[in-house]
T-cell receptor
Framework: DVKVTQSSRYLVKRTGEKVFLECVQDMDHENMFWYRQDPGLGLRLIYF???????EKGDIPEGYSVSREKKERFSLILESASTNQTSMYLC???????????FGEGSWLTVV | GENVEQHPSTLSVQEGDSAVIKCTYSDSASNYFPWYKQELGKRPQLIID?????GEKKDQRIAVTLNKTAKHFSLHITETQPEDSAVYFC???????????FGKGTRLSVIA
């Protein structure tokens, strides 16, 4: 059974703070993704990675960066959190040639 | 890039009735179309998918149809039950090549 773990489920951060959201998958998947979910806007792709140390911008990368130092771990970084980054963040992974993506439980971030 | 439109945004049906959710996509090169179900407070999970070489796929009470010419695909749920209440997302991609692009979601409520 695929497991994608987001270590922080609920966070409250102050404006301007640096925020790290961590994601680990245990299925040796090559591909990893970060999506943001907001009511009425669906799931929007922030960044993705098809290999270690590789990253690609998604549709809404502004204000975010990512790190993939190890195959199983994909971190989302908010360099200076702002209130408009209050949202639910979903990490996902898939095989290299696979299309099915498996989501983590999500991280609820509130920036005050 | 790909753009996926999903309708309706909310849908209420009586228990036992059918529900239909429709999506259109813009990139004619897209060939993989999954549907995800997200129950309240949980992660999105794949419920059915279809590839562009078939026109219809069924799995018990759910079915998906694809019209490549018109670039639209639909989810059909028959004999709806209260546990079908959730948010449903359609998505599209070029299999193994591009990340999934999601629609904005449909909140389905099944009224007992």
């Amino acid at each position: 059974d695929v497991k994608v773990t987001q270590s922080s489920r609920y966070l409250v951060k102050r404006t301007g703070e640096k925020v790290f959201l961590e994601c680990v998958q245990d299925m040796d998947h090559e591909n990893m993704f970060w999506y943001r979910q907001d009511p009425g806007l669906g799931l929007r792709l922030i960044y993705f990675s098809y290999d270690v140390k590789m990253k690609e911008k998604g549709d809404i990368p502004e204000g975010y960066s990512v790190s993939r130092e190890k195959k199983e771990r994909f971190s989302l970084i908010l360099e200076s959190a702002s209130t408009n980054q209050t949202s639910m963040y979903l990490c996902a992974s898939s095989e290299a040639s696979g299309n099915t993506i498996y989501f983590g439980e999500g991280s609820w971030l509130t920036v005050v | 890039g790909e753009n996926v439109e999903q309708h309706p945004s909310t849908l209420s049906v009586q228990e036992g009735d059918s529900a239909v959710i429709k999506c259109t996509y813009s990139d004619s090169a897209s060939n993989y179309f999954p549907w995800y179900k997200q129950e309240l407070g949980k992660r999105p999970q794949l419920i059915i998918d279809i590839r562009s070489n078939v026109g219809e796929k069924k799995d018990q009470r759910i079915a998906v149809t694809l019209n490549k010419t018109a670039k639209h695909f639909s989810l059909h749920i028959t004999e709806t039950q209260p546990e079908d209440s959730a948010v449903y997302f359609c998505a599209a991609s070029i299999a193994g090549n591009t990340p999934l692009v999601f629609g904005k979601g449909t909140r389905l409520s099944v009224i007992a």
